[in-house]
């Protein structure tokens, strides 16, 4: 069964994240759910939808793995655009955390690795080749 979309599932304390994604990487909002436990926003960007699951009772806090490689389980997002240094001058507005880079992999390739603001890894790439 051949698989017709991918929907990534966050958890946060409030909607912060939400505008994060919305504002620095474009993604569309998509009408959000609202629960008996919370509320889940929907972002989309092509045939992939990030949704973030805001709880009616906030969730503990956690703290991020770092460096993210240095424990199993689902650590980063890689998110392909067309507009690195604006990509990277909205973030950066926002007093976004970089981890690595931004950098120059060769003559068609830009990397960075942020932190979201709730913590989470973020790989942002642009490959013009």
Known sequence: MPVR???????SADTALVDFYAEVFGLERLPSADSATGTVHRLELASVVLKVMVPNRP?????????????????YVTLSVDDFSEVIERATARGVTFTFGPIEIGPETRLAILQDPDGNTVEVVEATG
């Open 5 to 11: 979309n991918v929907q990534i599932g966050l958890v």
């Open 59 to 75: 969730p503990a806090v956690t703290e991020p793995v770092n460096p993210f490689f240095a424990a199993t389980g689902l650590r």
